[in-house]
């Protein structure tokens, strides 16, 4: 009965609160694309004895054109972190340096301790779950950390890449410490990435379960908004800029037809992801 | 003089189409020798300690680079009968070693002034290598193949193990392993038969012609990058220092890190279930 009264009223209208702009979702399709091809054809280099390793580079089409890949996703890598800098520099200009550690940011701040120390205190039933502004101390490692690994993990890997003209100036053992580091680096931001930011927050923390679609839809309900970030809510009220980052959502059978396409798209990459964690778990405790 | 001359390179000419006619299998001379050792029941013989036989598949040997030569080509004096002990005294070295000088005069003199040679031929019972531990020999193959060029890792590893297993770890051996048949392997930067120790100044590794070694593929190499470490194991401390800090660095915190996350992303989902919170409609 409920259901039928439901499903004659459901609104195709919803008033939602932005979280990201088509910027920042292009970024995220860019980081996406480039950061499966660099963990697909660098991996096999890392666990090469493996059966796996050899099976996922013939399918890439050989070591030589593995390499190739390699490059151009690292190319693309230099653009988007490039991009995501100029924006952050831009806001800080903007805004003429105010505000860069403020709760809304993406920099950590005292706060976060604070969270950090009082989600331990919740997860053992000692207090109440803290409340988070826009970004949470996990989200803010986890883009610190991609932003911050791929300055590692760029020079390194131009290292490899021009090792004739990095030796110029450097004694060959920098080649040999940037493999070291390159390899290492790339496990750490492979799971980091596939394990915590995507299996963990997007899909199996309670308040994205069973997934969270908000990286492709850039837009959330006002109700699920309100609960998850109510100190950013409270502050917008408070400051009256709540109208900034409201936004009517409708949904048309092209919305409809862009979410399957995500949902397509991230089905296999997240079949792929979930593959190559196996194998270098596998790989490790084997 | 000349009509001699040119009647000696016909008869050599026509020799040599008389044995290219010929089909690939063993000759008439090996047919000899196999009427007994063709047979797969002759047992075996004791070679310092370990069991040979005495058994030569016609197949592999007919199709293998040699396969038109004769058996005594490198069984040299050996006769077709019941071999007496004159015929077999170091029959086995012989074999492997003195006989290829014969038709491989450069190969050998490179060979014998090598360090393995040197052990080979100056010391009894040292376990440098003989000419048929890498080239092998009924079997003896093509060494600008393939095949040939991907079993070098093998055949030097089974003394240089260590030394194998740091070269896998370097691009080179990744690259060799997962299929890249151009890429550096043993030979090409240590030489074949004239292999030196790096103290050596005549050695390919050697402080004076590194450079020169690197540059035969990565042209305009230089001193720096030569010094790229091939041999190096991240795991000790001994083998290069800073290489094993950064990797001991990147464990402690890639340990560290999975461990935070790990408890972190366990804490919570149990939070989770206990509070209900994955029960809430509305998501
Ligand atoms: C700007 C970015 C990057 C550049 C310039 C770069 C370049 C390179 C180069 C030159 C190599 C040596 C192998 C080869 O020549 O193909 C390499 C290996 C590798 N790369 Fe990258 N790379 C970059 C980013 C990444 C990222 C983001 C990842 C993964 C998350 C990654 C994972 C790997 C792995 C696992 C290896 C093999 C290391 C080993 O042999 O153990 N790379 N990279």
């Given at each position: 009965m409920a259901s039928t009264t439901a499903a004659v009223t459901e609104p195709r209208t919803y008033l939602e609160y932005k979280r990201f702009s088509a910027f920042h979702r292009w970024m995220h399709f860019l980081v996406f694309v480039s950061f499966t091809v660099l963990v697909f054809t660098g991996m096999p280099l890392k666990y090469k004895e493996t059966h796996w390793a050899k099976w996922v580079m013939d399918a890439v089409g050989g070591v030589t054109a593995a390499g190739v890949y390699h490059r151009i996703a690292a190319l693309v890598t230099v653009f988007y972190w490039t991009c995501e800098v100029l924006l952050m520099v831009y806001v800080v200009f903007r805004n003429r340096g105010r505000g860069v550690f403020a709760p809304g940011s993406i920099m950590p701040n005292k706060k976060d301790w604070a969270d950090i120390k009082g989600m331990f205190r919740w997860f053992f039933g000692r207090g109440p779950k803290p409340q988070f502004d826009r970004f949470t101390y996990w989200e803010k490692f986890d883009f610190m950390s991609l932003v911050g690994g791929t300055v590692i993990i760029g020079l390194t890997g131009f290292i490899m890449w021009f090792p004739m003209t990095f030796t110029k100036v450097l004694p060959g053992v920098f080649i040999n410490v940037a493999l070291v580091i390159h390899s290492n680096e790339a496990l750490l931001a492979a799971g980091v990435i596939f394990i915590f930011v995507h299996l963990f927050s997007a899909h199996l923390r309670p308040e994205s379960w069973p997934i969270d679609k908000v990286i492709f839809t850039g837009s959330l309900p006002l109700e699920h908004y309100k609960e998850e970030r109510p100190l950013e809510y409270a502050r917008r009220v408070q400051e009256g800029t709540l109208g900034e980052v409201l936004v009517v959502r409708r949904i048309t059978w092209r919305t409809r037809l862009t979410d399957v396409i995500w949902y397509g798209i991230t089905a296999v990459a997240g079949l792929a992801a979930v593959l190559m964690t196996v194998f270098i778990v596998w790989s490790i405790f084997s | 003089m000349t009509a001699l001359a040119a009647l000696a390179a016909f008869g050599l000419l026509a020799l040599s189409g008389l044995a290219a006619a010929q089909?690939?299998?063993?000759n008439a001379e090996a047919e000899k020798c196999l009427s007994c050792h063709g047979d797969q029941s002759l047992g075996t013989i004791d070679v310092g300690g370990v069991q040979k036989t005495l058994f030569v598949d016609a197949t592999v040997y007919g199709t293998?680079?040699?396969?038109?030569?004769?058996?005594?080509?490198?069984?040299?004096?050996?006769?077709?009968?019941?071999?007496v002990a004159a015929e077999s005294a170091n029959w086995l070295e012989t074999a492997k070693?003195?006989?290829?000088?014969?038709?491989?005069a450069d190969q050998f003199a490179m060979y014998s002034g090598s360090f393995h040679g040197h052990l080979a031929l100056g010391?009894?019972?040292?376990?440098a290598p003989l000419c048929a531990d890498c080239h092998l020999a009924h079997n003896v193959v093509d060494v600008h193949s393939t095949a040939f060029r991907r079993s070098i890792l093998d055949l030097c590893g089974r003394c240089h193990g260590g030394r194998s297993s740091t070269y896998l770890d370097s691009y080179h051996g990744k690259a060799a392993l997962l299929g890249d048949n151009a890429t550096a392997v043993?030979?090409?930067?240590?030489?074949?038969?004239r292999i030196l120790p790096a103290s050596d100044p005549a050695s390919t590794i050697s402080k004076q012609s590194i450079v020169q070694t690197c540059a035969k593929c990565h042209p305009g190499a230089n001193r720096n990058f030569a010094g790229f470490l091939v041999h190096v194991d991240p795991r000790s401390p001994h083998s290069n220092f800073w290489v094993w800090l950064f990797y001991a660095f990147y464990i402690t915190l890639i340990v560290c890190i999975f461990t935070f996350g790990g408890v972190h992303t366990a804490l919570y989902i149990y939070r989770g279930f206990k509070d209900g919170l994955y029960n809430r409609r509305g998501h």
């Open positions: - | 089909t690939v299998g063993p293998s680079l040699h396969g038109l030569l004769d058996c005594t080509s490198c069984h040299l004096g050996f006769k077709p009968r019941r071999h070693l003195t006989a290829c000088g014969n038709c491989h010391q009894t019972g040292s376990n043993c030979t090409d930067c240590h030489g074949a038969h």
